[in-house]
C-alpha cells in the first residue's frame, strides 16, 4: 500500500504544476483525497481534499480560486492538483494522503487520513 506523488519542481510566480497522486496496491474507493502542504518550520497545513464520489470538495482560503482537486472516479488510484497562479508563498512540499470515509464528505485534519505519500517538492520563484 502506497501513495506516490510527482509533478513538483521549480516554477516562477503565476506559473502553474499539476501535481499527481499515484495509488499502489490499494484503490480509492471509499476513501476522502486530501493534499496538505508543508513549509519548513512549519505546521501541516490543509490545502486541498476531495471526496470519494468527486462532487464534494474543500480549499483552504489561500488557494481558492488558484488551485483545484481532481480525481480520476474510473480507474479511482490516481488523483490530482491543479495549481495555478502560484506565489512564492506557495512554496512548500506538498503531500496527498487519504482517508477512509464512506460518507461524501471532505475531512480537513491530516489525523484523519491514515495513508500518506512521501511528498513532493514546489519552489516557486519571485
Known amino acids: 500500500v502506497q501513495l506516490v506523488e510527482s509533478g513538483g519542481g521549480l516554477v516562477q510566480a503565476g506559473g502553474s504544476l499539476i501535481l499527481s497522486c499515484a495509488a499502489s496496491?490499494?484503490?480509492?474507493?471509499?476513501?476522502?483525497i486530501g493534499w496538505f502542504l508543508q513549509a519548513p518550520g512549519n505546521e501541516r497545513e490543509f490545502v486541498a481534499g476531495?471526496?470519494?464520489?468527486?462532487?464534494?470538495?474543500?480549499y483552504a482560503d489561500s488557494v481558492k480560486g488558484r488551485f483545484g482537486i481532481s480525481r480520476d472516479i474510473g480507474r479511482n488510484t490516481t488523483a490530482y492538483l491543479q495549481m495555478t497562479r502560484l506565489k512564492p508563498d506557495d512554496t512548500a512540499k506538498y503531500y496527498c494522503?487519504?482517508?477512509?470515509?464512506?460518507?461524501?464528505?471532505?475531512?480537513?485534519?491530516?489525523?484523519?487520513?491514515?495513508?500518506w505519500g512521501q511528498g513532493t517538492q514546489v519552489t516557486v520563484s519571485s
Open positions: 476531495i471526496a470519494r464520489t468527486g462532487y464534494v470538495t474543500k
Open positions: 494522503a487519504v482517508g477512509l470515509l464512506t460518507t461524501n464528505t471532505v475531512l480537513l485534519r491530516g489525523d484523519d487520513y491514515s495513508i
Open positions: 496496491g490499494f484503490t480509492f474507493d471509499d476513501s476522502v
